[in-house]
């Protein structure tokens, strides 16, 4: 049996850092510079391990035909998510709009994770070998940081949110 533990834990690792952002948003209220500094981390912090998660283990898992289908899942969840952050980041903060809004996002953020280490990693663990471990481990790493720096709140325009 292949040591999947590291890459896996990693992942886990950073969902645990996401889920305590969104709590600490929760317990926010209105446009203070708290709740704009935490939808920044956690913007930066979810596009930049999305990335990195898709370019590392779901570059990977596409290459296995048992687990296609939940890769492209995941995937498009990503998308899905991604265009949540951006709707949210261009709605007003001062809005019941802003936090109906956080609230759906938080809780599809949290189903997309629980699912990934309930459901997914466990599965794709069957069909992982040394080379794969030791490919995905430098490569999400790596690619996290790069992505980071690269990360961006990126709303869309006020006149585009979704209402």
Same mark, same amino acid.
């Given at each position: 049996?292949?040591?999947?533990?590291?890459?896996?834990?990693?992942?886990?690792?950073?969902?645990?850092?996401?889920?305590?952002?969104?709590?600490?948003?929760?317990? @926010?209220?209105?446009?203070?510079?708290?709740?704009?500094?935490?939808?920044?981390?956690?913007?930066?912090?979810?596009? !930049?391990?999305?990335?990195?998660?898709?370019?590392?283990?779901? !570059?990977?898992?596409?290459?296995?035909?048992?687990?296609?289908?939940?890769?492209?899942?995941?995937?498009?969840?990503?998308?899905?998510?991604?265009? #949540?952050?951006?709707?949210? #980041?261009? @709605?007003?903060?001062?809005? !019941?709009?802003?936090?109906?809004?956080?609230?759906?996002?938080?809780?599809?953020?949290?189903?997309?994770?629980?699912?990934?280490?309930?459901?997914?990693?466990?599965?794709?663990?069957?069909?992982?070998?040394?080379?794969?471990?030791?490919?995905?481990?430098?490569?999400?790493?790596?690619?996290?940081?790069?992505?980071?720096?690269? #990360?961006?709140?990126?709303?869309?325009?006020?006149?585009?949110?979704?209402?």
């Amino acid at each position: 049996m292949t040591d999947t533990q590291g890459i896996f834990k990693r992942l886990k690792e950073d969902h645990d850092h996401h889920r305590r952002l969104l709590d600490q948003m929760a317990d @926010t209220s209105g446009e203070t510079e708290k709740r704009k500094e935490l939808l920044e981390t956690f913007t930066k912090e979810v596009k !930049s391990h999305a990335a990195a998660e898709e370019q590392a283990l779901y !570059s990977t898992m596409l290459r296995k035909p048992p687990t296609t289908d939940e890769t492209r899942h995941s995937v498009a969840e990503h998308h899905e998510l991604n265009e #949540a952050l951006n709707d949210l #980041a261009a @709605t007003d903060m001062s809005s !019941s709009a802003w936090m109906a809004k956080f609230k759906q996002l938080d809780h599809d953020y949290r189903h997309h994770i629980n699912e990934e280490e309930e459901d997914h990693f466990p599965d794709f663990e069957k069909h992982l070998n040394e080379d794969d471990i030791a490919h995905m481990q430098e490569v999400f790493d790596r690619r996290k940081k790069e992505e980071k720096a690269e #990360a961006e709140v990126t709303p869309e325009s006020m006149d585009e949110a979704k209402e």
